[in-house]
């Protein structure tokens, strides 16, 4: 490719993406073959326009007609603005970083919910359908993104809330990255919501990040999501001026203006 841009397909039909310092992620947006879903590796680093330009071309000449991206910092989000991608979610950022908050979620107990680990193919299939209840069509994980997510960062945990009657109620991934922790993904089916199931999931996933000593906490969710907003408020989290940006585009022929 013209910039010196290096790609290749792995076995799980995942294309990644590189310019020589930031590489991207990309896999078919859930329930969509035509919609390129292109995620980077790491959301705060930006590639050069140029890079977001080819990536652009090639996933057009991959059969791609629109492609959306991850959600994007702000230096990010400017980038692949000049690359022709415009906005379509904005999303609050939100960060724990309070060093006497974080020392204490070492000693929460184990939350009130049975908690489960993930592991087989089964399971996330189990995930993503508390995924599909949990958000919009158009904004849901399938098993294939749940392990996308999980790949997010070089160390993670994923656990599944299960009811006193052995039912599925809510799934969580945290993940950490040096000293920084993340809240990957929470998702609690509708008709167990209100009943303590996100908090205890996000206890379980606080308290694993708290005893490998990061240093700050970060979680992103929809604007409007006044229940996910006031659940990590509760538990020390507050929000940044920074807002990230899911941003897309129909890849235009090359000498179209």
């Given at each position: 490719?013209?910039?010196g841009?290096?790609?290749r397909?792995?076995?799980?039909?995942?294309?990644?993406l590189h310019d020589?310092?930031?590489?991207?992620?990309?896999r078919?947006?859930p329930?969509h073959t035509?919609?390129a879903?292109?995620?980077l590796?790491?959301?705060t680093q930006s590639?050069?326009v140029?890079?977001v330009?080819s990536?652009?071309?090639?996933?057009?000449?991959?059969?791609?007609?629109?492609?959306?991206t991850?959600?994007l910092s702000f230096?990010?989000?400017?980038?692949?603005?000049?690359a022709g991608?415009?906005?379509?979610?904005?999303?609050?950022?939100?960060?724990?970083?309070d060093?006497?908050v974080i020392?204490?979620l070492?000693?929460l107990?184990?939350?009130h919910v049975?908690?489960?680990?993930?592991?087989s193919?089964?399971s996330l299939?189990?995930?993503a359908n508390?995924?599909?209840?949990?958000f919009?069509?158009d904004?849901?994980?399938?098993?294939a993104?749940?392990?996308d997510?999980c790949?997010?960062?070089p160390?993670?945990?994923?656990?599944?809330?299960?009811?006193?009657?052995?039912?599925?109620a809510?799934?969580?991934?945290?993940?950490r990255?040096g000293?920084?922790?993340?809240?990957?993904?929470?998702?609690?089916?509708?008709?167990?919501q209100?009943?303590?199931?996100?908090s205890?999931?996000l206890q379980?996933?606080?308290?694993?990040?708290?005893h490998?000593?990061?240093?700050?906490i970060l979680?992103?969710?929809?604007l409007?999501?006044e229940r996910?907003?006031h659940?990590?408020?509760?538990?020390?989290?507050?929000?940044?001026?920074e807002?990230?940006?899911?941003?897309?585009?129909?890849?235009?022929?090359?000498g179209e203006?």
């Open positions: 490719m013209s910039t841009l290096r790609h397909r792995t076995r799980r039909r995942v294309q990644i020589g310092l930031v590489t991207a992620r990309v078919s947006w329930g035509d919609i879903h292109l995620v590796a790491d959301h590639p050069t140029g890079a330009r990536w652009t071309e090639f996933l057009r000449l991959s059969g791609y007609g629109l492609i959306r991850g959600a230096d990010a989000s400017a980038t692949f603005e000049r991608f415009h906005t379509i979610q904005h999303l609050a950022l939100l960060r724990l970083d060093p006497i020392r204490q070492r000693r107990r184990r939350p049975a908690i489960r680990a993930l592991r193919e089964r299939l189990t995930a508390l995924d599909a209840s949990a919009d069509r904004w849901n994980l399938d098993s993104g749940i392990r997510a790949r997010a960062t160390s993670h945990r994923i656990r599944l809330a299960v009811t006193p009657a052995d039912e599925p809510g799934y969580m991934i945290a993940g990255s000293t920084s922790g993340f809240i990957q993904r929470l998702a609690v089916a509708p008709h167990h209100g009943q303590g199931i996100g205890a999931l379980d996933g606080l308290r694993w990040l708290a490998h000593r990061v240093h700050d979680v992103n969710t929809h409007d999501n996910a907003l659940l990590y408020e509760n538990w020390g989290f507050h929000r940044l001026d807002e990230l940006r899911v941003m897309e585009i129909v890849p235009p022929i090359r203006s």
